[in-house]
């Protein structure tokens, strides 16, 4: 993803983009809208901070804190003494306050004049009530339970959405759960870088070892997949090549990684950069989402599904409520044997004919994260009443 050349559309709005994670080479949803945001804003990440235990063990005074990535979007890490505590629980708020209002220091210094908390986890919550803000934001885009049996709306979850100015949520369960609570709710989407996923690229060496016809998956190896689909097609279906590409990032699915390891049609490439991962889906012959249906699942929207479309690629996935939507452009089987037919009948030629890779990737081109964005910032910057431009227009 480029940021574009120059600085933020509205230079005088700091964002404090309150994460879970350190920013990193993974990128993931709150990483692909944080960074486009930085072409509107001035974003700030702020890193977790060290558990205080690592802070005195790799204490590095003299380290720069903040980082410009470029224009627009800024990486803050918390001083050594600023650190994490576990207990008491009133030490750990009062340092985490600090450090918010490091960040909004470090915001006005750039010359912003309005400031927007953007909280991704409910854990956040006391960020509202460590500075002064013009704006806060929740983006929700997952069940935070985890759990395969749906849950209550949890009571921290629950105040944070009715406490903030606006809210955004990833999916279309999500927004149907939770949407009530705050009126201010809008439904942004999982998107796509959709110029690198539709360009067409080389084959990539360790697939190219790979026999055709290739069912792919790319993604985290996790225990929300159907194991036990998975086993019964690579079985049933020796003549197929089945493809995993991803981290593996769960405990208790190491046996059934090892069992499909095992077979000679099944192979596990492993962990791959963001940015070489749309090498990949267009090379292959048929694209995967073979998840598990249940109550965490329903709340899920698997970024792959539009890069699966602007690769062009048929594509086959679990009836999920996100991907009940796109019915159109994905079949949706829901036993072993409708899986088989429907793997089956997209190798068929006519599954592949310009027509058809054309109509996914014009569904995958309306989620261009640059669109969803686009739609992001325009929310923000009329909640606190700055002039929107007109969209460009469409005639030549």
């Given at each position: 993803m480029k940021n574009g050349i120059g600085g933020p559309r509205w230079p005088e709005i700091g964002i404090i983009a309150l994460v879970p994670d350190f920013w990193s080479q993974r990128w993931m949803v709150r990483h692909q809208v944080m960074a486009r945001l930085g072409r509107y804003f001035q974003v700030?990440?702020?890193?977790?901070?060290?558990?205080?235990?690592?802070?005195?063990?790799?204490?590095?005074?003299?380290?720069?804190?903040?980082?410009?990535?470029?224009?627009?979007?800024?990486?803050?890490?918390?001083?050594?003494?600023?650190?994490?505590?576990?207990?008491?629980?009133?030490?750990?708020?009062?340092?985490?306050?600090?450090?918010?209002?490091?960040?909004?220091?470090?915001?006005?210094?750039?010359?912003?004049?309005?400031?927007?908390?953007?909280?991704?986890?409910?854990?956040?919550?006391?960020a509202l009530s460590a500075i002064p803000y013009d704006l806060s934001c929740y983006h929700l885009e997952d069940e935070y339970s985890y759990s395969p049996t749906e849950l209550p709306l949890d009571p921290v979850e629950s105040r944070v959405l009715a406490a903030v100015d606006q809210v955004f949520m990833l999916s279309p369960a999500l927004f149907e759960k939770k949407s009530s609570l705050n009126p201010q709710t809008l439904f942004a989407p999982g998107g796509v870088d959709y110029a690198e996923y539709s360009r067409p690229v080389a084959e990539p060496a360790d697939l190219a070892q790979v026999p055709h016809p290739r069912i792919g998956y790319i993604g985290s190896i996790k225990?929300?997949?159907?194991?036990?689909?998975?086993?019964?097609?690579?079985?049933?279906?020796?003549?197929?090549?089945?493809?995993?590409?991803?981290?593996?990032?769960?405990?208790?699915?190491?046996?059934?990684?090892?069992?499909?390891?095992?077979?000679?049609?099944?192979?596990?490439?492993?962990?791959?950069?963001?940015?070489?991962?749309?090498?990949?889906?267009?090379?292959?012959?048929?694209c995967i989402m073979p998840y598990t249906n249940d109550g965490y699942t329903k709340?899920?929207?698997?970024?792959?599904?539009?890069?699966?479309?602007?690769?062009?690629?048929?594509?086959?996935?679990?009836?999920?409520?996100?991907?009940?939507?796109?019915?159109?452009?994905?079949?949706?089987?829901?036993?072993?044997?409708?899986?088989?037919?429907?793997?089956?009948?997209?190798?068929?030629?006519?599954?592949?004919?310009?027509?058809?890779?054309?109509?996914?990737?014009?569904?995958a081109r309306q989620y261009d994260w640059n669109r969803v964005v686009n739609e992001i910032a325009n929310t923000i910057a009329r909640r606190l009443g700055s002039e929107i431009p007109e969209p460009p227009s469409s005639q030549p």
């Open positions: 700030l990440w702020l890193n977790p901070a060290n558990h205080w235990r690592e802070t005195i063990q790799s204490w590095r005074a003299s380290n720069p804190r903040e980082m410009l990535l470029f224009p627009g979007f800024s990486v803050y890490t918390p001083e050594p003494w600023l650190p994490m505590f576990y207990r008491p629980l009133w030490l750990d708020r009062f340092s985490f306050a600090l450090r918010v209002r490091r960040a909004s220091q470090w915001l006005t210094s750039r010359g912003c004049t309005k400031t927007v908390l953007y909280l991704w986890l409910p854990k956040f919550e006391s225990k929300q997949l159907d194991w036990n689909l998975l086993n019964h097609l690579i079985t049933r279906h020796p003549q197929w090549s089945f493809v995993f590409l991803g981290p593996k990032i769960h405990e208790g699915i190491s046996e059934a990684v090892q069992v499909l390891s095992d077979r000679s049609n099944v192979y596990f490439l492993g962990a791959k950069a963001s940015s070489d991962m749309p090498r990949y889906p267009q090379h292959f012959d048929v709340f899920i929207y698997p970024l792959k599904l539009h890069e699966y479309l602007a690769a062009g690629r048929p594509t086959v996935g679990t009836p999920i409520r996100s991907l009940q939507d796109f019915s159109h452009v994905v079949a949706l089987p829901r036993t072993p044997d409708e899986w088989s037919r429907a793997i089956a009948s997209c190798l068929d030629p006519a599954a592949n004919s310009p027509e058809r890779c054309a109509e996914r990737r014009e569904v």
